[in-house]
């Protein structure tokens, strides 16, 4: 435990290693950066495990904005080594789940139930907190800089665990786990015996498959271009299992009496499976984009079938998750093994590899790649 606790006298920066985007669509290096002690209001973490999420191949190629140079990773756990004046959330030694999506709780947002959509988010991911040995600043991918061995964050960024919490698998909870099951819960409100079509089986598709799974939806239709995501698709909840293209259309009408779907989930994000899940659902069914997809990609629909299918198709941020509501309840999932965050981990790598990892993730291959610490 003692060695938990380090001085954080002025000066008395930490070296560690970290994974660090110098610019824009080029490759992380690993890099030995320098950590000021925590300023007034932060909190100093030794990170237990970072998830490598899609969103920070995102940020990386440029998809989504980051500044550089920038040290990415926003899905982690980690243990608090020290914390600057004035914090009351959590103190050394507390097991803590970073948030890369802190909400002010004052905003019009905020205060009406909408914290997920909060005004000042956005501020949070424009932070500089450490420094490469040159001295130039790096910037703290999603606010909160995961993909090191340890990372300084806002007070609002970390979120305390029970202290017997796994936390490898907690991890997980942090993006992939809190968007996928809150999608299911929250924003289509996904009822007992429905039927849910999920396109995409990546990390966040999974955690769709095992929210349907938890709340009793009856088909639960993973939909994905790799024919090799069909046994862990299944082993997270998914009832049957289509490849992409016309005989999915054909296969989840059969099992839906022709109808098509109650529910689909888009956690691709792109054009065409935006399109297909809105055409697989039934009249007056649901669609719920959860992926992120490109600015200049353009979905299709005529003003006819807008009218005749009277179907709802809405867009769904972190899974419209109140974290100080959501993330007890789903502690409490993982602890009766209802959910399984371990489920999604298709691999377990170092530090060193998490550029391999997102040029898997580039080409489509395998579900969360979890980084050890
Ligand atoms: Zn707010
Ligand atoms: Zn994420």
Not at 53 to 59: A, N
Not at 259 to 281: E, L, Y
Request: with cysteine; proline share 4%.
């Amino acid at each position: 435990m003692a060695k938990c606790f380090r001085s954080t006298a002025a000066n008395d920066a930490a070296v560690i290693r970290a994974a660090v985007l110098k610019s824009t669509d080029s490759p992380l290096t690993i890099e030995n950066i320098e950590l000021p002690p925590p300023a007034a209001g932060e909190v100093h973490v030794r990170l237990a495990a970072a998830g490598v999420c899609h969103s920070d191949l995102s940020l990386a190629n440029g998809t989504l904005s980051q500044p550089v140079p920038a040290v990415l990773g926003h899905e982690a756990s980690g243990t608090v080594i020290a914390v600057g004046a004035g914090v009351i959330n959590v103190r050394p030694g507390n097991h803590v789940l970073l948030n890369w999506s802190p909400s002010c709780g004052t905003c019009w947002f905020c205060t009406h139930g909408e914290p997920y959509l909060c005004e000042q988010t956005a501020k949070a991911w424009q932070r500089r907190y450490a420094r490469l040995a040159d001295g130039t600043a790096l910037y703290a991918g999603l606010g909160t800089a995961a993909f090191g061995e340890e990372t300084i964050v806002p007070s609002s960024a970390v979120v305390a665990l029970p202290a017997d919490v796994n936390l490898e698998g907690a991890a997980l909870l942090g993006c992939a786990m809190l968007t996928g099951v809150g999608a299911v819960i929250n924003s289509a409100d996904v009822q007992r015996g429905e039927s849910v079509v999920v396109f995409g089986t990546g990390g966040v598709g999974l955690s769709v498959l095992q929210g349907a799974r938890l709340v009793g939806a009856e088909v639960v239709i993973g939909v994905d271009v790799a024919a090799d995501k069909e046994d862990r698709a299944r082993a997270n909840g998914a009832t049957d299992f289509m490849l992409a293209g016309d005989q999915a259309a054909r296969g989840i009408r059969d099992r839906t009496e022709g109808r098509g779907a109650d529910h689909a989930f888009d956690c691709v994000g792109s054009a065409t499976t935006i399109r297909q899940a809105w055409s697989s659902t039934r009249r007056g069914g649901r669609t719920t984009v959860v992926g992120i997809g490109e600015k200049d990609e353009k979905v299709e629909f005529n003003p006819q079938e807008i009218f005749y299918f009277g179907r709802v198709l809405c867009g769904c941020v972190f899974g419209s998750t109140d974290v100080s509501r959501d993330l007890p309840r789903l502690l409490e999932h993982v602890q009766s093994g209802r959910i399984r965050p371990q489920d999604l981990v298709t691999n377990r790598i170092r530090l060193e590899d998490a550029p391999d990892a997102l040029a898997r993730m580039a080409v489509g291959k395998g579900a969360r790649s979890l980084i050890i610490y």
